[in-house]
């Protein structure tokens, strides 16, 4: 999954940033690539291992002795959905939508998805 991030004083550079998970001793996500957009943008491409644990797992971004950290939630059973086509819908004429069921928990709900 990609996080989308925005700094504020930033100055994040491709060649001097640098991000990763604080160490735990259990499963923690990856970061796999950092792409910086601008000073105060970026996207971090992250892996979570199917054994990582429910729960908060902070991250940080490091240009020079500049650092910044933020956290991300890690839930059980999150769903996944996969479409034919893989880019979604032909459109025929005007907006093209379908319907997805989701179950979680015993609990159901619908989604429209567009």
Do not use: H, K
Not at 42 to 59: D, E, K
Not at 72 to 98: K, R
Request: hydrophobic content about 35%; glycine content about 6%; proline content about 7%.
């Amino acid at each position: 999954m990609t996080l989308s991030l925005v700094g504020s004083n930033t100055d994040w550079s491709q060649a001097d940033t640098m991000a990763a998970f604080y160490p735990t001793p259990i499963a923690t996500p990856l970061v796999n690539e950092v792409t910086v957009n601008s000073a105060t943008t970026a996207s971090l491409n992250i892996s979570v291992p199917v054994n990582t644990p429910v729960g908060t797992y902070c991250f940080y971004m490091s240009t020079g002795g500049q650092i910044v950290s933020a956290c991300i939630q890690v839930y059980a059973n999150t769903p996944t959905l996969t479409m034919s086509p893989a880019n979604g819908l032909l459109p025929t004429s005007g907006t093209n939508s379908f319907n997805v069921s989701f179950t979680a928990n015993s609990q159901a709900s619908r989604r429209r998805a567009r």
